[in-house]
């Protein structure tokens, strides 16, 4: 069992100059479960996501990781100083869609790197740790492969071997398989199932309902900027009350329809 | 063409053209590392840091090098900078190329895709280390070819140290002409010295942009 962190969003607002991207967001992600997040886009889960690692400075509520206030030394208060935030960032961890490993170092530096710089393990140690983690996502066979010389499916397990590596607390996937093709999808899935079942807490920002359905604890749902509804898959995929929800999950089956 | 007067001449024209090597050399090095300095601190500081350094690239650029060259080797003197023909030289290379070597660095950063910044700030690396380990290496990258095309330009920019009567190549090919009144083979000889050098150069800077490209290049 892994140590697992717990996230409690109150009132968050957050404006690109004039626009307001979230308003007045209020979820708590439960230690140890998954949450998946989904929403037509530009709704705001990205934004939404990059605010619980500070990512993206907020303006206005909190985000606290397992009570502590990240970016902000207090609500309203001053920016928190660079190593205190570095800190808190070492457990949690992130995964994008567009992979963003580091192109000129290999599957297992990429994984190595931060244990080196961040976590201060020796050069051995950190190989070491990076193979295990890589030996996890099933790519033991490419520890010396560049990313270039991955496919997409790879190169996205490596980032969350990446992440994995560094034992967090939280882990945060924004669209993890949506620069992926079809058939690679299952592979990245899977990786991050074993996670869930291990108890890790998760937030996933996801288009693939399959997984919500089967992996999340809760899904929570934005337009707009909103939240617009947050509750156990089941009863949000199934038997949606609410109009808008109703709206949006019909251009899903619509899209997913054979 | 007379090959006795080349002879007589050859040493003499040889050292110009080991004096042009080393300011080039020199001029392109520290010009490279100053240019660096500068985008770096453009890419972390405050908008009046930003704006000062972007007057100083702008001031640089939009000068003639023989000028600055004239106000670093007379004008010096009157702020009590009083340089010999060689160090002026030298400085004088060295900031008229750091302008266009940090412009060169600054769009090379901004090509450095930021999500792969994000990935080294999510996990908790200090500024300082992100430079270090992702900004420069790939940065580097995709400035090489720029790098090396400025350099090359820089060889070219170095006769104009003879005016200040650095003893480089054009300083003896001039030299040579006014004694010997064989201009023909004295100015052939300068074009061939640097169509070599710059041969050289942009030999060295493809291998160089092979060797560091090798692993980013997709297998198609
Ligand atoms: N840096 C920015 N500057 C200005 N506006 C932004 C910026 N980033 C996001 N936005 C706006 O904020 C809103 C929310 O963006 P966000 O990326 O969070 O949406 P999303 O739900 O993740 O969408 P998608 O499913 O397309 O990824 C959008 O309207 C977007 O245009
Ligand atoms: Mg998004």
Redesign the interface.
């Known amino acids: 069992m892994v140590q697992a962190s717990s996230v409690e969003i109150r009132k968050l607002d957050k404006f690109y100059g004039p626009f307001q991207a979230l308003k007045g967001i209020d979820l708590t992600i439960p230690p140890g479960k998954v949450t998946c997040l989904i929403g037509p886009s530009g709704s705001g889960k990205s934004t939404l996501l990059r605010c619980m ?1 500070f ?1 993206e400075e907020y303006d206005a509520g909190e985000v606290r990781i397992d009570g502590q206030m990240i970016g902000y030394d207090s609500p309203g208060g001053s920016r928190m100083p ?1 190593r205190k935030l ?5 457990s ?3 995964v ?1 869609q ?1 992979f ?5 170092m ?1 599957a297992l530096q990429n994984v190595a ?2 244990l080196v ?2 976590r201060g393990f020796s050069k051995d140690q950190a190989a070491a740790r990076a193979a295990e983690a890589l030996e996890k996502v099933g790519l033991s066979d490419k520890v010396a492969n ?1 990313p ?2 991955l496919s997409g499916g790879q190169q996205q397990r490596v ?1 969350i071997a ?2 994995i590596a ?1 034992e967090p607390r939280l882990m945060l996937f924004d669209e993890p398989t949506s620069a992926l093709d079809p058939e690679l999808v299952g592979e990245v899935l899977n990786v991050m199932k074993t996670l869930a079942a291990e108890g890790m807490t998760m937030v996933v920002v996801t288009h693939e309902m399959g997984f919500a359905a089967h992996v999340a604890d809760q899904v929570a749902i934005m337009e707009a900027g909103e939240l617009v509804a947050v509750d156990a898959p089941t009863r949000i995929l199934h038997s949606p009350e609410d109009a808008r929800i109703k709206a949006f999950l019909k251009t899903y089956h619509e899209r997913n329809a054979f | 063409m007379d090959v006795s007067v080349l002879q007589q001449y050859a040493p003499m024209l040889l050292r110009g053209f080991g004096i042009t090597i080393f300011c080039w050399l020199f001029g392109t090095v520290l010009g490279i590392v100053l240019g660096l300095i500068i985008a770096l601190i453009q890419r972390y500081s405050p908008k009046p840091v930003r704006w000062l350094l972007q007057v100083y690239i702008e001031v640089i650029r939009g000068t003639p090098f023989l000028v600055q060259l004239f106000v670093l080797y007379y004008g010096g003197p009157l702020i009590g900078l009083r340089l010999d023909a060689l160090p002026a030289g030298l400085l004088g290379l060295t900031i008229y190329g750091s302008p266009y070597f940090a412009e060169i660095f600054r769009s090379a950063f901004r090509a450095v ?1 930021e ?2 910044i ?10 300082a ?1 992100i430079i270090q ?2 900004l420069l ?2 940065g580097l ?1 995709s400035a090489l070819p720029a790098l090396v095309n400025f350099s090359i330009i820089l060889t070219k920019e170095t006769v104009i140290l003879s005016i200040i009567t650095v003893p480089e190549l054009m300083y003896q090919v001039q030299r040579m002409s006014t004694e010997t009144f064989r201009y023909v083979e004295a100015n052939l000889v300068l074009a061939l010295f640097f169509w070599a050098l710059v041969e050289a150069i942009s030999r060295v800077g493809r291998k160089l942009e092979t060797r560091i490209t090798k ?5 198609t």
Do not use: K, S, Y
């Not at chain 1, 963003?100 to 000129?104: A, D, K, R, S, Y």
């Not at chain 2, 994000?118 to 500024?127: F, H, K, L, N, P």
């Open positions: 690692n990512l660079a570095r800190d808190m960032r070492r949690i961890g992130m994008f567009q963003n490993l580091w192109p000129h290999t790197e931060g710089r961040v560049h270039a010389r980032a990446r992440a560094m | 895709p999500g792969q994000e990935a080294a700030r999510a996990i908790g690396m200090t500024e280390t380990r992702i290496p790939l990258v692993h980013l290049i997709e297998r």
